[in-house]
């Protein structure tokens, strides 16, 4: 049961460059989708949100797009730093008051090359 | 920033024993979650708490699991009886509001390994 996809399992960008993170999603009720970091050893950390009423939003150098019809959601990062380099997760949610339960994705290891 | 904590960082059991992971969340938040992610696939829901009741929980948490909030700030997940197919790192997240339009903070984990 894959609801939540992200179809590269690894990245490498130049240092400096964009990095694109990609996710795909099957399950049109989610409405609220969240990318997050994770390094060896540690818990995933939050990164940035989206709501599913907007198509785009923008933290810094990270920026995340939406596009319902298609469903799928990517990740830009600009300029990639080399402690960028990290597993990212997608995630995605049902509004459900009292239930923060997230489905992730399996993850795209992004490496950023000095 | 506030952190959740889990100890033990590690914990290794031999099959059939029972096993308890223990979770500080964040002090002002109400709403709690264990997720687990197998070596090599991705980070699955377990179970979420709130007000002293499961809210909900996965086909995954089954009768060998359980969750408790014994005091005003810990928070467990004890598997009773553990099988060899429970080795994964085991993750507490909390949040604050559960309204299902916020970030959930994660601790570091804990890795189980079943012997």
């Known amino acids: 049961d894959q609801q939540v996809k992200q179809n590269s399992p690894s990245l490498s960008v130049q240092e400096g460059r964009i990095s694109i993170l990609n996710c795909d999603y099957t399950n049109s009720m989610f409405d609220y989708f969240l990318w997050y970091k994770k390094y060896p050893a540690e818990g995933p950390t939050f990164l940035i949100s989206i709501s599913s009423i907007k198509d785009k939003n923008e933290d810094g150098r990270f920026t995340v797009f939406l596009n319902k019809s298609a469903k799928h959601l990517s990740l830009h990062i600009v300029p990639s730093q080399p402690g960028d380099s990290a597993v990212y997760f997608c995630a995605a949610s049902v509004t459900n008051f009292g239930n923060e339960k997230l489905t992730f994705g399996t993850g795209t290891r992004l490496t950023i090359i000095p | 920033e506030p952190e959740v904590t889990q100890t033990p960082s590690h914990q290794v059991t031999q099959m059939g024993q029972e096993v308890i992971l223990r979770c500080v969340p964040i002090s002002n938040h109400l709403y709690f979650y264990w997720y687990r992610q197998i070596l090599g696939q991705k980070v699955e829901f377990l179970v979420s708490f709130y007000n002293n009741e499961i809210s909900e929980k996965s086909e995954i948490f089954d009768d060998q699991f359980s969750v408790e909030r014994p005091d005003g700030s810990n928070f467990t997940l004890k598997i009773r009886s553990t099988k060899l197919e429970d080795s994964a790192m085991y993750f507490c997240?909390?949040?604050?509001?559960?309204?299902?339009?916020?970030?959930?903070?994660f601790g570091s984990g804990t890795q189980l390994s079943v012997l």
């Open positions: 997240a909390s949040s604050a509001l559960g309204t299902g339009n916020e970030k959930l903070f």
